[in-house]
């Protein structure tokens, strides 16, 4: 079986050479197997350079085609039109980013097994240089491959979703008759995964490998504002993109199945992270408008169900209910106050063995009720949580969503001997259990993983 893989760059001197080698080393058997399409957009530094030392090295299997700027959607499309006939899959690589040791092997082991998948993806992991220092995290999709390797079928699975390109391998036979919509800037790659899907129904999840995206810290938040002070990130990109998956499901389920809505839901949060300041700035009044009216159109076809099930923060879900419930102009929206709280668990570590949990109250809440508290019960002890109040409004774009007061978190600290226990909250009349915890076989499993994810990329 064999590969191509496209890599799009545009000014990537600093680690593209590192995304090349990843391919060049992998146990499948790169100069008999792999096709590599280095798709230079305008690039106007040395990794053009970087590309021409790769090529010469390995005049076989690595090509460098130019173009001039256009965007990724169109470098990916020019790269398509130079996959050789032979090939059976195509992988999308950002110049970024690197393949772990065994990927392209264990997508040939799948592919095998399974002749009618035409898209197979691997877990997402995202690394962070600080420094001499790598922080590698699991992206939230990776709980689809907690079962293994195995096919996904969407109807079945809603919340086994999937968007991105980068990792993806698609099959070239499927893949002639799509292209990438050059008309975007954004979202291009969901858009056509996503038709795929709809298509197809079923997609591989390979577990035993890794696909690391490589964040630059330092200029993480540059980029971030960069990408939303676009006005096409708005009304627009709503109707391209979000709009296309409903036409799409409509004509052929003849509804909005699950898959979709909670695909929009799970995208369209990010418009209301905190990262996402630009909206007033961006837009004038009238896009605004026009943003909100969009999309609550695009919403009023989603259950609200979809919303609340996102792994997300419970302003976010507020805010999200709150446009598809009311439009423009826009008026936020609590919602009711629960009679147990609505909250999210967490853990750290202080050093010298002490640790400390904190739960975050999602909740809209000014106190709790009489005779009412957060604990930790011990082998030795029994510990009430501090509560903690805000000291400054939490806002989406300029909208008050938690105000001044409003209680934030609840703390409670453990020393080295209380690592184990039992975490609740208790009302006046009843205890309610949050959580068993194990700290230090937590920490241990941790650790575990962070090993095995280091080793995976330094192989």
Same mark, same amino acid.
């Given at each position: 079986?064999?590969?191509? !893989?496209?890599?799009?760059?545009?000014?990537? +001197?600093?680690?593209?050479?590192?995304?090349?080698?990843?391919?060049?080393?992998?146990?499948?058997?790169?100069?008999?197997?792999?096709?590599v399409? #280095?798709?230079?957009?305008?690039?106007?530094?040395?990794?053009?350079?970087?590309?021409?030392?790769?090529?010469?090295?390995?005049?076989?299997?690595?090509?460098?085609?130019?173009?001039?700027?256009?965007?990724?959607?169109?470098?990916?499309?020019?790269?398509?039109?130079?996959?050789?006939?032979?090939?059976?899959?195509?992988?999308?690589?950002?110049?970024?980013?690197?393949?772990? %040791?065994?990927?392209?092997? +264990?997508?040939?082991?799948?592919?095998?097994?399974?002749?009618?998948?035409?898209?197979?993806?691997?877990?997402?992991?995202?690394?962070?240089?600080?420094?001499?220092? $790598?922080k590698?995290?699991?992206?939230? #999709?990776?709980?689809?491959?907690e079962?293994?390797?195995?096919?996904?079928? !969407?109807?079945?699975?809603?919340?086994?979703?999937?968007?991105?390109?980068?990792?993806?391998?698609l099959?070239f036979?499927?893949?002639?008759?799509?292209?990438?919509?050059?008309?975007?800037?954004?979202?291009?790659?969901?858009?056509? !995964?996503?038709? %795929?899907?709809?298509?197809?129904?079923?997609?591989?999840?390979?577990?035993?490998?890794?696909?690391?995206?490589?964040?630059?810290?330092? @200029?993480?938040?540059?980029?971030?504002?960069?990408?939303?002070?676009?006005?096409?990130?708005?009304?627009?990109?709503?109707?391209?993109?979000?709009?296309?998956?409903?036409?799409?499901?409509?004509?052929?389920?003849?509804?909005?199945?699950?898959?979709?809505?909670? =695909?929009?839901?799970?995208?369209?949060?990010?418009?209301?992270y905190?990262?996402?300041?630009?909206?007033?700035?961006? %837009?004038?009044?009238?896009?605004?408008?026009?943003?909100?009216?969009?999309?609550?159109? !695009?919403?009023?076809?989603?259950?609200?169900?979809?919303?609340?099930?996102?792994?997300?923060?419970?302003?976010?879900?507020?805010?999200?209910?709150?446009?598809?419930?009311?439009?423009?102009?826009v008026?936020?929206?609590?919602s009711?106050?629960?009679?147990?709280?609505?909250?999210?668990?967490?853990?750290?570590?202080?050093?010298?063995?002490?640790?400390?949990?904190?739960?975050?109250i999602?909740?809209?809440?000014?106190?709790?009720?009489?005779?009412?508290?957060?604990?930790?019960?011990?082998?030795?002890?029994?510990?009430?949580?501090?509560?903690?109040?805000?000291? +400054?409004?939490?806002?989406?774009?300029?909208?008050?969503?938690r105000?001044?007061?409003?209680?934030?978190?609840?703390?409670?600290? =453990?020393?080295?001997?209380?690592?184990?226990?039992?975490?609740?909250?208790?009302?006046?009349?009843? $205890?309610?259990?949050?959580?068993?915890?194990?700290?230090?076989?937590?920490?241990?499993?941790?650790?575990?993983?962070? %090993?095995?994810?280091?080793?995976? =990329? @330094?192989?």
């Amino acid at each position: 079986m064999k590969f191509a !893989i496209i890599i799009p760059f545009y000014n990537a +001197e600093k680690r593209l050479e590192i995304s090349v080698e990843s391919i060049i080393k992998q146990s499948y058997g790169f100069t008999e197997n792999v096709q590599v399409l #280095l798709v230079n957009d305008g690039s106007t530094d040395k990794s053009g350079d970087i590309a021409d030392t790769l090529v010469r090295k390995y005049p076989q299997n690595i090509y460098q085609i130019h173009i001039k700027n256009g965007g990724p959607a169109r470098a990916r499309n020019i790269g398509l039109m130079h996959v050789r006939n032979d090939i059976d899959f195509v992988g999308f690589l950002d110049a970024d980013d690197v393949y772990s %040791l065994h990927m392209i092997r +264990e997508m040939a082991h799948f592919a095998e097994k399974h002749a009618e998948i035409n898209m197979m993806v691997p877990p997402f992991y995202y690394v962070d240089d600080l420094g001499t220092r $790598k922080k590698i995290g699991a992206h939230k #999709l990776n709980t689809r491959f907690e079962q293994g390797s195995r096919v996904v079928n !969407i109807q079945e699975e809603y919340r086994a979703i999937h968007f991105y390109i980068g990792g993806t391998f698609l099959r070239f036979e499927r893949l002639k008759k799509l292209a990438f919509d050059e008309s975007l800037h954004f979202g291009e790659d969901q858009l056509l !995964i996503t038709k %795929l899907l709809l298509d197809d129904e079923a997609y591989g999840v390979v577990a035993d490998v890794g696909y690391f995206y490589y964040r630059d810290m330092k @200029n993480k938040s540059s980029l971030v504002n960069k990408s939303w002070q676009s006005k096409s990130r708005y009304e627009a990109f709503l109707q391209s993109v979000y709009q296309s998956y409903l036409d799409v499901s409509k004509a052929k389920f003849g509804s909005v199945i699950p898959y979709v809505q909670y =695909l929009i839901s799970y995208h369209a949060k990010l418009y209301f992270y905190k990262e996402n300041v630009y909206f007033r700035e961006v %837009l004038t009044e009238q896009e605004q408008e026009e943003f909100v009216t969009a999309f609550q159109q !695009i919403f009023s076809e989603i259950e609200e169900k979809y919303v609340w099930e996102l792994d997300t923060a419970q302003p976010v879900k507020e805010m999200m209910l709150s446009l598809r419930k009311n439009g423009w102009p826009v008026r936020f929206e609590t919602s009711s106050i629960a009679d147990v709280p609505i909250v999210a668990l967490h853990k750290k570590w202080r050093g010298n063995g002490h640790a400390e949990l904190i739960c975050d109250i999602e909740e809209s809440r000014v106190d709790l009720p009489e005779n009412s508290f957060f604990a930790a019960k011990t082998l030795f002890s029994t510990k009430k949580a501090i509560l903690e109040k805000r000291s +400054e409004n939490q806002l989406i774009w300029d909208i008050v969503v938690r105000p001044v007061g409003t209680i934030s978190k609840a703390r409670i600290g =453990l020393k080295p001997w209380e690592l184990r226990g039992k975490w609740f909250y208790q009302q006046a009349d009843r $205890k309610v259990e949050l959580e068993h915890f194990r700290l230090m076989a937590e920490l241990r499993q941790k650790a575990k993983r962070r %090993l095995k994810l280091k080793r995976a =990329l @330094n192989q």
